[in-house]
């Protein structure tokens, strides 16, 4: 069974960092490209990062560029965004999200992990 | 402002169909088929329901299809159930300068 485990949200005043981590299991990760995307509160889905399989490839939305890092773990099947610079608008619940070998499109999920900005 | 642009809510009856639309350009909808579709729950992650357009993973029910023509790729519920009273998120492929771009979402109600 596919599980996708996503950890490290909280809160963190403006200005700071926070590194989300999330475990894979029940798949072969390192063949699948892995993408974070974020649900403000009572917001939309946003596309935040993805990274590919052996993160040759690498992608960041433009509300994020320069702020964020997304990097993976091959042998410890695991998923990690660095987030440097927090704002009060990247508060939000965070998936990590496992792309389907179709190509853009999220085959799983995880549960989400919340982050929130604020002073 | 959400790139792909979505009906904000739609409602049905049980045993109807219902369509959601999703309209983007040329740079995404309208000029390649990866055009996937979410059904989310409250408090739960999203589920891909339609991928490709029009192709569906393994256990989602037959009453979910796509389609696409132009710009605007739609999603129709037949037999509208109880359970399907979720928010639909559609999202494609873009040359633009993000990777996959979402729709705003729509809120399905089943009256």
């Known amino acids: 069974e596919v599980q996708l485990v996503e950890s490290g949200g909280g809160l963190v005043k403006p200005g700071g960092s926070l590194r989300l981590s999330c475990a894979a299991s029940?798949?072969?990760?390192?063949?699948?490209?892995m993408n974070w995307v974020r649900q403000a509160p009572g917001k939309g889905l946003e596309w935040v990062s993805s990274i590919s399989s052996s993160s040759s490839y690498i992608y960041y939305a433009d509300s994020v560029k320069g702020r964020f890092t997304i990097s993976r773990d091959n042998a410890k099947n695991s998923l990690y965004l660095q987030m440097n610079s927090l704002r009060a608008e990247d508060t939000a619940v965070y998936y990590c999200?496992?792309?389907?070998?179709?190509?853009?499109?999220?085959?799983?999920w995880g549960q989400g992990t919340l982050v929130t900005v604020s002073s | 402002q959400s790139a792909l642009t979505q009906p904000a809510s739609v409602s049905g009856s049980p045993g109807q169909s219902i369509t959601i639309s999703c309209t983007g350009t040329?740079?995404?909808?309208?000029?390649?088929?990866?055009v996937s579709w979410y059904q989310q729950h409250p408090g739960k992650a999203p589920k891909l329901m339609i991928y490709d357009v029009s192709k569906r993973p393994s256990g989602v029910s037959n009453r979910f299809s796509g389609s696409k023509s132009g710009n605007t790729a739609s999603l129709t519920i037949s037999g509208l159930q109880a359970e399907d009273e979720a928010d639909y998120y559609c999202?494609?492929?873009?040359?633009?300068?993000?990777?996959?771009?979402f729709g705003g979402g729509t809120k399905l109600t089943v009256l």
């Open positions: 999200a496992r792309e389907g070998y179709s190509h853009f499109e999220f085959d799983y």
């Open positions: 029940g798949f072969t990760f390192s063949t699948y490209t």
């Open positions: 999202s494609s492929y873009t040359t633009s300068s993000t990777y996959v771009v």
């Open positions: 040329s740079s995404d909808v309208g000029g390649y088929n990866y």
